[in-house]
């Protein structure tokens, strides 16, 4: 069926939702559903298509960077802890730190199914009111020091049904947007929730001592309302798409397709590294460098890291994401080297000045990668859009579950690199030869003379 004899037939079944958008149908679903999406069509971009899609974005955003400000909120309560009267070991804090990673990275895949089975809409309402139980949770249990650690992992533990909300809220976002302005667009959605983890790590040392003493249920309640204005302005803002029907059966497709394995190994040494530096980081600096405030310089990695991700996704629009993504692993692995040097020197200056470096061209990478996705699936898949769109949109929830791993093996090599070796060292060397193999492995799928893709800008 054409577009337009879909528009005339959506048309005639009545009612709109007000904003004057083709086709946007409050019956016989529950919610607001668009039936007709075409942002591949010029006029329809134009006229209508661009004012919705960023009408969705914006609400998108502001809830994903509730969901990692929640992911993360564990990275910079344990630095605390101690002073709070909990008596658990450094490697018991690493663990913290590192549960809620690996519960996000699993809840991935099943949220990316919820946005064709529930809505895009529906989904990012339910998901945002979801965080308030770990948020709760954290704020009661932070007044309990005597909670057994066991009790202590479980809480923290449900934090990571805010790593979820990156995988539902790319999905939905990809299909919105034409593949011209897609790098860009997912993009700035992902750059809005990477930023969560720099502001949790600025705002929270701050509220949790403000007037008298040291009060780390705040770090729980200050969220709160933000949440209920998020599930509100996405119930009121958004609405579902129809066209973005990636099933289980599409995902097994994607899952078929070794391009989804590859860039999914790629996006562990991606956002992978972004998600577990920026968890390690206020506690590596507490471990490493006793006598430096984590508060006063670890949000600086994961903000430097949120902000870079949309120029990675731009420039890749531009040059192609497997150029940026290839130069963006140089640049991680220099960063390691002297991250090394800097620890050998005992320099908190120059370890600081490395890490940067390394959360730049990680947020970069983010961009640039997720920008290889809809280009990698378009060139394999010619003459059917459709499916191609489908099967990105599945790859981007395998590949952000996959990828998020890496929030829960950095911390925990950083742990067992203390713990057996008495030094981070160790833990640093084996990053850097795995970016170098990264780099390998992306140059030889995509830009090697005589490659398949080579002649495509992927």
């Known amino acids: 069926m054409t577009l337009e004899a879909r528009q005339a037939t959506v048309a005639n079944r009545g009612r709109t939702d007000g904003s004057g958008a083709v086709g946007t149908v409050e019956a016989p679903r529950r919610g607001r559903w668009i039936d007709v999406w075409d942002p591949e069509d010029a006029t329809f971009w134009a006229g209508k298509g661009r004012a919705l899609a960023r009408r969705n974005l914006w609400p998108s955003i502001f809830a994903e960077f509730l969901g990692f400000s929640v992911w993360q909120l564990w990275s910079i309560v344990v630095v605390s802890m101690p002073k709070a009267g909990f008596t658990y070991s450094t490697d018991q804090l690493f663990w913290l730190v590192a549960l809620p990673s690996l519960v996000g990275a699993t809840l991935r895949l099943p949220y990316t199914f919820a946005v064709p089975r529930f809505g895009g809409r529906n989904w990012t309402v339910f998901s945002a009111l979801l965080l308030l139980v770990p948020t709760t949770g954290l704020a009661y249990f932070m007044t309990q020091p005597d909670t057994p650690f066991w009790l202590m992992g479980l809480v923290a533990a449900t934090a990571g049904v805010g790593g979820g909300n990156f995988a539902s809220s790319m999905t939905n976002i990809s299909f919105f947007y034409p593949e011209k302005e897609k790098g860009f667009a997912l993009g700035v959605n992902a750059a809005g929730g990477n930023l969560g983890v720099a502001v949790v790590q600025l705002l929270v040392p701050v509220v949790i001592v403000a007037g008298a003493g040291l009060s780390l249920n705040r770090s729980g309640l200050m969220w709160l309302p933000l949440i209920v204005l998020a599930a509100f302005w996405a119930w009121k803002a958004m609405a579902n798409l129809s066209v973005a029907n990636s099933s289980f059966r599409t995902s097994i497709a994607a899952a078929k397709r070794p391009h989804t394995w590859v860039i999914s190994f790629l996006y562990i040494g991606t956002f992978g590294s972004f998600i577990g530096f920026g968890a390690a980081f206020p506690l590596l600096i507490k471990t490493t460098f006793p006598d430096i ?118 911390p925990r090599g950083f742990a067992m690199s203390t713990s057996h070796f008495g030094s981070l060292i160790p833990a640093l060397y084996v990053f850097c030869g795995f970016y170098v193999v990264c780099l390998a492995v992306t140059y030889f799928c995509y830009l090697r003379k005589g490659g398949p893709l080579t002649q495509e800008r992927v």
């Open 293 to 410: 405030t984590p508060a006063h310089y670890a949000f600086l990695g994961a903000l430097v890291g949120s902000v870079s991700r949309p120029f990675g996704g731009k420039l890749a629009d531009r040059v192609g994401g497997a150029w940026v993504t290839v130069c963006s692993f140089v640049v991680m692995g220099l960063g390691i080297l002297s991250a090394v040097f800097a620890l050998k020197a005992e320099s908190f200056p120059a370890f600081l000045i490395s890490f940067l470096i390394l959360f730049v061209a990680s947020g970069i990478a983010n961009g640039s990668t997720y920008r290889m996705i809809p280009a990698v699936f378009r060139l394999t898949t010619p003459g059917d859009p459709g499916r191609a769109r489908r099967e990105a949109a599945a790859c981007i929830g395998i590949a952000s579950a996959v990828g998020a791993y890496g929030g829960f093996l950095v």
